[in-house]
């Protein structure tokens, strides 16, 4: 089979052009190579998606934004939020519910309650289904008042995160075992809020572009790092590290080299995400 129309027929089913992943897996099996064919229809649109997917920093035109009433309460929420994680501090903020965060504004006069409609933006955010963003991943935290129990996680030291116990915890003492002092954890649990901070943070950078956001951080309850993932880089890389650049590091060469990228989002995956070489899937909810 060759290559470009395996990759055609995965993307018909990641990109909902009318098969399903099982119809998908069929097709690829009767395929046997042939001579180069026209481009169709299908294969322009995975190319403008692979080309959207590398240029992920920049808006394209079709993507979705809030509508133009709600960008002042865009602004607001994400302000707001980071006063809450300014009040409560940086690790707990990852492990903070929304209903936590709702008690926190109320008796921090220097945060300020969140108003009617910042609380009815949130809802309407976390419960909107993000295909319409172009994020095409699964949803594995679907009630807005998810909650991460303290006795589930265990604080990484210096790091300021938190991992969950059990499988996410044993992988990255595993890793670290084998990759040495040069190799950090930058990113662990992310609960609800954390999520909310990030992701309406870059829409709120982006003149409200929900899509633009979604292709660099998942929507709140779309995040693996509120189940098990977590993400890793380079010691003195700084942000540098959630970029291309954490692959010409030693950390990342090592971890290549003992066999630990297994990727959530590798380079030209289908689930409208850019390419994550540091964010390192644990396992599925």
């Not at 609800?192 to 870059?202: A, E, N, P, T, V």
């Not at 509120?226 to 030693?250: M, S």
């Not at 290549?256 to 390192?280: K, Q, T």
Request: glycine content about 10%; some cysteine.
């Amino acid at each position: 089979m060759d290559r470009r129309n395996f990759i055609r027929i995965a993307a018909l089913a990641g990109l909902g052009l009318g098969l399903n992943g099982r119809q998908a897996l069929a097709q690829l099996a009767m395929l046997t190579p042939v001579d180069p064919a026209p481009a169709t229809a299908d294969d322009v649109r995975l190319q403008e998606y692979l080309e959207k997917m590398r240029n992920f920093e920049k808006p394209h035109p079709d993507d979705v934004y809030v509508d133009a009433e709600e960008l002042p309460v865009l602004g607001e929420c994400a302000g707001r939020l980071g006063r809450v994680e300014a009040v409560m501090g940086y690790g707990f903020f990852h492990l903070l519910n929304f209903d936590d965060a709702l008690i926190c504004s109320r008796n921090y006069e220097g945060v300020g309650a969140f108003t009617r409609p910042e609380i009815a933006f949130m809802e309407k955010i976390f419960y909107r289904d993000a295909r319409c963003y172009g994020f095409l991943g699964d949803k594995p935290l679907k009630n807005l008042t998810h909650t991460v129990p303290r006795n589930e996680v265990v604080r990484i030291a210096v790091t300021g995160n938190y991992l969950h116990r059990g499988a996410s915890f044993e992988a990255y003492q595993k890793i670290k075992k084998s990759v040495g002092d040069r190799l950090v954890l930058t990113s662990g649990v992310r609960g609800i809020m954390k999520q909310f901070r990030l992701f309406l943070g870059k829409a709120s950078q982006n003149n409200g572009n929900l899509s633009l956001a979604s292709r660099q951080m998942a929507p709140p309850g779309y995040s693996y790092h509120g189940f098990n993932d977590f993400d890793v880089g380079q010691a003195g890389l700084g942000d540098l590290n959630f970029t291309e650049r954490f692959t010409g590091t030693d950390a990342y060469r090592r971890m290549a080299d003992l066999g630990y990228l297994n990727l959530r989002y590798p380079r030209d995956n289908l689930l409208g995400v850019r390419y994550e070489p540091w964010h390192i899937m644990v396992s599925e909810a």
